[in-house]
Structure formats: C-alpha cells, structure tokens
C-alpha cells in the first residue's frame, strides 16, 4: 500500500506545525529539556559507534585510548537521546470514523492523525522518543518509541494505515498497556471518548498511580457537539449500538446538554487527577489547538 | 351467517381510505440515513426526552383508513344476520323440474305492489342464472294445463324470458298433475339425483290425491316447495261465486233481474258494508253494499228494465281484497227470443174454443199477451197465401185437409231454408192429398184411422224416460201423467222407404205418435193426433203446453241457446245446436281476438277459453263455401263480411281456487307419501328479499368511526 495513497497529509498542515515548532523551539525545548533533565539524571548519552576524525570535529571527542592503540584519529559519536519517551494512544475505533455530511473540512479521523502527527513532529525534534499505539477493543497496532527523526516515517505510516472500526474499550486496553508502558514516561491518548464505559476516571486514576505524565485530547467533530440535523432521520451507529430513528429535533436539546455535561466531567476529573485535557473541535484550527496547549504546558511548568 | 347491504352504491365510499395512504405518500418526509457516532447519547437523550414520543404516522394513517372505511360501510347499511340464505340448488350434479304455480290465486298482490307469481318469476329468473352447467332443470307450469314451458334439451335463455314476461293465469292450482309432469320428465333423465322444486302458494285447492302419479317406495324425488304465500299483502276475503240472470215473468214491463251469490271467504272476520256493483256494457248500472258474517254466501239481487229487448253483457264486481280475479263474474243474457209460430187453422169453428187451433194458441201463449217467448199467429187456409211464411219459425199444421195451391212448395222451400213444420192431424186430413202432394215433406205415408171402441181402452202414450231434448223434462209425476192420456183416434202411418225419420214418441199400440224428419235446415214433426179434444184429451191436461211448448222450441232450434253455456276457464265450448258442423264460425275474445276455430266434427268447437269475460260467436249468414274450413285455429285481423252474431258465452274463473285456506306441509306429506319433502318459507330463501331480519350494524360502525376519529385527535394532539 502506497502510504500517499491513504494518508491524506497535508505539507501545508506539516509545514504550519514545523514553523510552529521553530516558533515553539525557543519557547518550550529548554523548559521541556530542562524539567526532563531534572527528572532523569544520569541517563543521558549512550555510545553508538566510531567515525573518522574530520577537522572540524570537537577534539573532546577524540577517543584516545583507540589513538593510542592504532595511531588512528576516531571521533566517538554518541547515540542523541533524550530523557523523555512518550506513547501516544490513538483512538482507531468506529466511532472516530464519523464523516460529515455537509462538512467539507477536516473529518475527524484526519483530524486526529494530524494532531498525532503534529504532536510526534514536535516530540522528535525535540529528540524525545515517540511511540504509537492504535487501538479500539483491544490493541491494534503498535509502534514502540523512538527517537530518530527516521522514526516519523514509522508513525507516518501507522497513522497512515489507521482504518477506524470496532468497539471503543479504552479501560481494557490501558489496563492491558499499562504495566508495558515505561515507567515515568509520558502519554498521550488522542480519543472522542465516546464509549458507554462510565470507568475512564478509573484508568486514568491508574495511568497517574504510575507516576506517568498523561495528556488527553478529546477529539469531537462539531457535529457531535451540537446535533444539527433536521429532519426524519435513522442514525446508525458506528459501532455495536442499534440504529435510532428519530427526529434530532425532538432530542437536540437533551444531546447537546448530555455531551456538554460529559466535556465538563472529564474536564473536572483531569484537573482533580493533574492530567492536562484538551478539547478539540474538529473546527478548531489545529496550531490554535497545539499553541494552546504548549502555552498551557508552559504555564503549568512555569508553576 | 350472512352480511347484506341496503344501499351497496356507498360501498364505492371504501375507495376513499385510499385518500389518506395517497396523502401519506405524497407527503412523506424522505427518511434519511446518518451514520453516526454518538447513537447511544442519542437513545439515551430520547428516553429522557419528555418529547420522546415521535408520531407514529402510520398508525395515524391506520386510524384514518378505518374511520373512512367504517363510514363507508355504515352509509351502505350492513345487515348481518346469523341465518344465510337457503340453497336450492346442489353442488352435485343434479337434475331438477321447477313447477311455477301460475293458478290465478298466484296473482295475488305482494306488500310491493306486483304478484306472487311476479315474485315467484323473480326468483326462479335469478335462480336460473346461477344454475350450474352440470345441472339439467325443466320447467313446468302449477296450474290446470301442468304446460312444460321448458324441457331438458330447452334452452335456459329464453325460458327465463318467457317466464319473466308472463302473468299468472286464471286457472285453478293443479299441483297432482304438474307433479306428475315433472315425475314423467325426471323419469326420463339419467342423473343420479332427481328433485322437485314447487314455487306456490300453497293454497289447498290444487293437490288432489286424484292427480298425484302413484310413488314407489324406490323413488326417491327430493321435493322441495317454496313458499310465496308470505308476500300476500292481504288476505282473500270475498268471492263472486255465481250469476244468474233471468226475466222477471208475469209483469207489462221487461224486467232483467241478475242475482250474485258472494262468498265471505274468511273463517272468522265478517265483512260489513261489502260494495257490489252491476255493469253492464262498461257501464255502471248499480251498486249495493252487503253484509257477509264469516263462511257464508250472500246474494244480491240488481233489476233492471230492458225494453229493448236486445242482448245484455255485463259483469257483477265486488270491491277489491287480496285477490282480484275472483272478484268479477261475467254473465249474458237474452231477453227476448220470440219463436214467431203460424198456427193454421184446418177447422175453424164460429165458437172458439171448438176452433182446431184453440188449445195450441192458449198452450203457446198462456197469458194473451206478449210475455212467454212464443208469439202465436192463427190463420185460416183461406188467409194463408196472404201470410209470408218466411217470417215465421214455426208452421203449425191443424187438422188442414189440403193447402192452397201450390202452397206445399212454398213451405218445402221454406223448411229447406230452415223453418220448422209442425203437422198434427185430425178428421179434417185427406190422406191422399198428404200423401201425394205433401210426400217430399213427410217421411211417413198416412194409412187409416184407428179407432178405438168406446168400450175398450183407450190408446196411451206409451212413454220412457227419455234422452230426447224436447222430451227430457218428462220426468217423475209429469211422465205417469202422459201416459194415462187417453187417444181415442191415431192415424196409422208407413215410413217411406225414401226419407229418414225417427220416432221419439209411440202409442201404446207401437204406432208412432210422433215422427221427426229434418229436411234442409228445416225440421218436420209429425203428430198422428189431433191438437184439439175431438180425438184424444190430451189439450186439457197439464202437460200439454210444456209438451207443445218444447216441441216447437225444439223445432226452432231454440232449446238450447248458446247464452245458456256458462263456462269456467279451460272449459270448452260445445256445440249448442245441432245443423252447426257445415257453418263457418268466428269467436271474438274478450281482448278483442278474433279466431276462427278449426273444423271439427266432435261436440268441442272451441278450446281457448283462458281468459274470464264475454266471448261472442258469429256465424255465416250465408255459406258460400262449407268445405273450406281450415283443420288449425286460425286468428283472423277482422270478421268477415255477412258474419252475424249468433251469440255469446261467459267465461269465469272457478272460485274453488279463491279460498285462502293453505294446505300444511303435514297433509302435503301424506299425499306424498315416503318422499322427502321440505317446505321453505320464500324469505328464508334468500335473505335479502327481507333485510330487516337481521342485525344492523350502521350504529357501531358510527360509533367506531368516532373511536378512530378521538383516537387520532388524541395523537395529533400530543405531536
């Protein structure tokens, strides 16, 4: 399969995030380097292999026991690590599938595989190491953290292969991941969040437990915020649930009531749990999203 | 069970439910499918909803189809009866005779204005029309004639035709005779199953055990009668059963007195103030009213003056009740049918009563004046060439010794042409003269003169009962008072050996006393006596002007007249006189037909006598071709020229069929005797005939409607 083919991704979007991580490198890395730093210490450089000594290579990384040994001018090149992994969790169940039918922006799949992508880009320029895991019941596909820039060729294609479908089950799934997660790392679950499960408090609970840094961002096309249908309408779910025909009409007020409830409850539930939520709407331009959040970051850090 | 409607047209109305589906259609929202990912926020949302309930459109369509629906059925007015209509014809096959009782008591109005026989036509019309293929049926007539209107090989079309096109007859109900037609039809037949079908109205004069066919015990007819008597609107309550007309006697003025006999028909109701009426020539002459207690027959009697002495025809008419041939009964009269007679006179006497022809004026006219209907004239021999002959009936000849000359030629022409002699004798008579110059005339030749001693027994009629018409009367007392007559002098006399004649009176001695010859048309009557007292004592004996009386009528072919020939419908006309068979005859009919009936040589000149009311004959006047009669009936456009009225007859229904009385299906069943026989009153038959039976349901179906209509307000309301 031709990634190009499938991943409609858009060097516009990519290039607005890449300026917006210029932008971003002088505000955010040392802060992020710095508070990494101070959690990891030690851990910084690994050895990775030699290199003929050209001029202009720093001296201090001559190795000089191998010059004694052979007469030979060998740079050590070390492995660029960083001292921060991160997961990102990304939601491929039916119900992020949702295409509008009188939108002709974003759908909310592509949405989210340009946060994600966004979000990656951002990591591995800082040289942190990204991982991506799809999943709806269960886990569909994962790609283990890395921190070569190679590595966003991986992710690219992960996203790219996401085929969304299922059953959203995220408590089955983190608490399957959650002992395979690095400690101390960080984690990132991109999801509508639109699942009957009334437990996500509790995994969230468990993801903090593991002193694990969590961001969610709650991806919701407007549609599913403000119902704006009219008329005789059957909706079939996306996932498992029996079809409903009904005039939106009749229930607009009551859904629009019901998600907002949900938004404000998981909002709360992060803020008591110190996880950073971020809502987004499909509509919502993604670097307003993405500054919004550093910006956000940013402020919680300078705390 | 079975559902009716009383007006189907409203039935088209269900056309309408088709109104709101159409709407439906035309009006429906295009149902759009959405996939979408928050389904279960929105079933939760709706069960929260307090408007939750989305219009169920297709039960507020449901609703409005039935409200039009059971509105429509209830403008079309459903009778729902729990008893279905009963079947006469089988589903195997079968062959099947209708007997249609068309006697006239099938006549008889129904509650919707026709007959029964109209009903009963009907009913066997749309009877037909669902006949099955398989099923053969023939059709017979109920009444006196038991006609096959149709047989098996008959086509159906056409009998249907002629059965809804006809009328009840007016003859009496012959149930024996139509149920023996139709046993000698199914006889004939192959089919396994054989059945009856009876469309009557029961009434009891028609079965008779007489014309029933004699049933085996291996017949096995199913019979089956319907019932029509139901549709009478009203019952039978009088009948005209006879009239009878005559000439009041013994007063100046002509007086026709008619009496009608009416029966009150009913077992219980007496009728009061019945009207009768007398017409006569289509004009109403009297009217009366009458009492009748219950069963019994009342006469009234209508007088009324012809001085004319011309023909009378009228009917008698009662007023009107269930039934209405029974209510008018026909009758003709002639007043006055004088037998003009020449009495000559052979000895004239200067005393009258020692006249010759004393005694027979007094016998044919009693009463000096005009008043019997034989007007005597005397004459002389001297006054006879002065008389014309030929106005006379009757030429009596009284002890004449000879006639004028010539004379006997005259009256042979005289007689040929039809004139009636009458010769008596007497001292007067010269054998020879009779015998030579009157030989053509008289049969007999006169021989001598037997005279008995006064010492010894006198001669005596010597008399029998007997079968001639102008001696029939002489019966009992009348018949030993003839005999003990006493004739002292008889002529002897010798048949000719040329000339036929008979001898209808003897004497004791075996001479004859009368002879009888015809001649021509004419007719000549012999007596061997003499018609005063000087050879016998017969004048002044009481028989003697009945005995003359008779012989002259008879002579003047005038002892039966054909007015006297009262006739019942079906009857057939005899012949009344004789010299008839050569004389071409016309009958007009009451309607105004004309026909000629066929040339017989049997007593039967006329058979169709279907219709009750006046029939006159005519007859040639002058016959210019005897022979020539066609052997058919034939209906002629007009009478011919030279036709003459030589009289009328009546013909009337015969009121045995006007009692209401219905024969019960018990007595039915014993007259047939092992055969399945099942009565079936005429609205069970067929339900719709009486649609009020059953059980309307126009109010709940209204009621329903209402339902629906509240139903469906109360869900439009809540949307």
Redesign the interface.
């Known amino acids: 399969m031709n990634p190009q083919d499938t991943f409609e991704y858009d060097p516009q979007i990519l290039a607005r995030i890449s300026s917006l991580k210029l932008q971003a490198m002088g505000l955010v890395e040392g802060i992020l380097t710095g508070h990494h730093r101070s959690h990891h210490k030690g851990s910084s450089v690994e050895f990775a292999e030699y290199k003929d000594y050209t001029p202009g290579d720093e001296i201090r990384h001559i190795d000089w026991k191998v010059v004694g040994k052979t007469d030979k001018y060998h740079v050590k090149q070390f492995e660029q690590t960083t001292n921060l992994k991160c997961t990102i969790l990304f939601d491929a169940s039916?119900?992020?599938?949702?295409?509008s039918?009188h939108d002709r922006g974003l759908s909310?799949i592509d949405y989210a595989r340009t946060l994600v992508a966004a979000l990656s880009f951002l990591l591995l320029k800082q040289f942190d190491a990204v991982g991506l895991t799809l999943f709806n019941d269960k886990v569909v596909s994962h790609i283990p953290p890395r921190s070569k820039p190679s590595h966003f060729q991986h992710l690219l294609h992960g996203l790219a292969s996401v085929e969304p479908g299922g059953v959203t089950r995220i408590q089955d799934v983190i608490g399957g991941l959650v002992e395979r997660l690095p400690g101390r790392s960080m984690l990132i679950l991109v999801s509508?969040l639109?699942t009957?499960e009334k437990t996500l408090e509790h995994t969230l609970r468990l993801l903090r437990s593991r002193e694990l840094e969590v961001i969610l961002f709650q991806v919701l096309?407007p549609?599913?915020v403000s119902?704006p249908?009219a008329?005789?309408?059957?909706?079939?779910?996306?996932?498992d649930?029996?079809?409903?025909?009904?005039?939106?009409l009749?229930?607009r007020e009551?859904?629009r009531g019901?998600?907002q409830r949900?938004i404000a409850h998981y909002r709360i539930i992060c803020e008591s749990l110190g996880i950073n939520y971020v809502f987004l709407e499909t509509s919502t331009p993604l670097e307003q999203g993405l500054s919004y959040f550093l910006l956000k970051r940013k402020s919680q850090l300078k705390q | 069970m079975s559902l009716q409607f009383l007006s189907p047209i409203y039935l088209l109305g269900l056309l309408a439910a088709g109104i709101p589906v159409l709407i439906h259609l035309l009006t429906r929202r295009q149902q759009k499918h959405i996939r979408f990912s928050a389904v279960y926020l929105l079933s939760q949302s709706r069960q929260r909803s307090i408007r939750r309930s989305t219009p169920n459109r297709l039960l507020l369509l449901l609703l409005r189809c039935l409200a039009i629906l059971c509105f429509s059925l209830a403008l079309a007015h459903p009778i729902f009866s729990f008893t279905g209509p009963q079947s006469l014809l089988p589903e195997s096959p079968s062959a099947t005779v209708f007997i249609l009782d068309d006697s006239f008591s099938m006549s008889a109005a129904t509650k919707t204005g026709g007959s029964l026989f109209h009903s009963a036509a009907e009913k066997f019309g749309t009877l037909a029309k669902s006949i099955r293929k398989e099923t053969s049926y023939a059709v017979v007539s109920g009444s006196a004639e038991a006609r096959v209107w149709k047989g098996w090989a008959d086509s159906g079309e056409s009998v249907g035709k002629l059965i809804s096109g006809s009328v009840a007859s007016f003859q009496t109900t012959s149930m024996g005779r139509a149920i023996a037609e139709a046993v000698h039809l199914l006889d004939e037949t192959s089919q396994p199953e054989k059945r009856i079908v009876i469309f009557t109205d029961l009434q009891k004069n028609g079965w008779t055990q007489g014309d029933l066919p004699e049933f085996s015990s291996g017949d096995s007819y199913k019979i089956q009668i319907v019932d029509f008597s139901a549709l009478q609107a009203q019952p039978n309550r009088a009948a005209i059963e006879s009239v009878s007309v005559d000439q009041e006697f013994l007063t100046n003025t002509r007086i026709v007195r008619v009496r009608a006999e009416t029966r009150n028909l009913s077992k219980t109701q007496p009728l009061a103030q019945l009207a009768v009426s007398l017409w006569t020539h289509d004009k109403k002459l009297s009217e009366g009213m009458i009492d009748l207690p219950s069963q019994t027959l009342v006469a009234r009697d209508f007088s009324f003056p012809q001085p004319g002495g011309e023909p009378v025809e009228g009917y008698v008419e009662i007023q009107e009740d269930g039934l209405m041939p029974d209510n008018r009964r026909y009758f003709t009269f002639q007043p006055d049918q004088t037998i003009k007679v020449l009495v000559v006179d052979g000895d004239p006497k200067t005393v009258e009563h020692q006249s010759e022809s004393f005694y027979v004026e007094r016998a044919l006219n009693p009463f000096s004046v005009a008043l019997s209907n034989i007007e005597p004239t005397v004459s002389t021999l001297n006054e006879l060439p002065q008389r014309t002959i030929m106005d006379y009936s009757v030429v009596i000849l009284c002890n004449v010794r000879e006639l004028p000359l010539g004379f006997e030629i005259e009256l042979e022409r005289y007689v040929l042409h039809g004139g009636a002699l009458l010769v008596a004798l007497g001292d007067q008579v010269d054998p020879k003269y009779y015998n030579e110059k009157l030989g053509s005339l008289l049969p007999v030749t006169l021989e001598t003169i037997l005279t008995v001693p006064p010492d010894q027994d006198a001669f005596h009629f010597a008399l029998e009962e007997s079968g001639h018409r102008a001696l029939n009367v002489f019966t009992g007392q009348p018949l030993l008072e003839m005999r003990d007559i006493q004739f002292h002098s008889i002529y002897d006399v010798k048949p000719r050996e040329d000339a036929a004649s008979s001898i209808p009176m003897r004497f004791s001695n075996g001479s004859p006393a009368l002879v009888e010859s015809d001649l021509g048309k004419g007719k000549i009557l012999l007596f061997t006596s003499s018609l005063d007292r000087d050879w016998n004592n017969f004048p002044i004996q009481p028989t003697f002007l009945p005995w003359l009386q008779r012989w002259v009528k008879y002579s003047a072919h005038s002892l039966e007249s054909l007015s006297h020939q009262d006739l019942l419908v079906s009857q057939p006309l005899k012949r009344w006189q004789e010299g008839l068979p050569g004389t071409t005859l016309f009958v007009q009919m009451p309607g105004g037909k004309i026909v000629r009936p066929p040339q017989s040589t049997d007593e039967i000149l006329f058979r169709d006598t279907t219709h009750p009311g006046v029939y006159r004959v005519y007859q040639m006047a002058k016959e210019e071709n005897p022979g020539a009669q066609e052997p058919v009936e034939t209906v002629v456009p007009a009478l011919p020229e030279g036709t003459e009225l030589a009289g009328t007859f009546t013909v009337n229904v015969d009121t045995g069929e006007s009692d209401p009385e219905k024969i019960p299906l018990a007595e039915i069943q014993k007259l047939l005797g092992n055969l399945d026989v099942e009565l079936i009153p005429v609205d069970e038959l067929d339900k719709s005939t009486a649609p009020q039976e059953g059980f309307p349901f126009t109010t709940p179906l209204l009621l329903l409607v209402s339902g629906f209509l509240f139903w469906e307000g109360f869900l439009v309301r809540r949307e």
């Open positions: 039916g119900s992020m599938g949702y295409v039918s909310k509508d639109l009957r096309h549609d599913e119902l249908f008329g005789d309408i059957v909706f079939e779910s996306l996932e649930d029996p079809s409903v025909g009904l005039d939106p009749d229930v009551e859904y019901e998600i949900q």
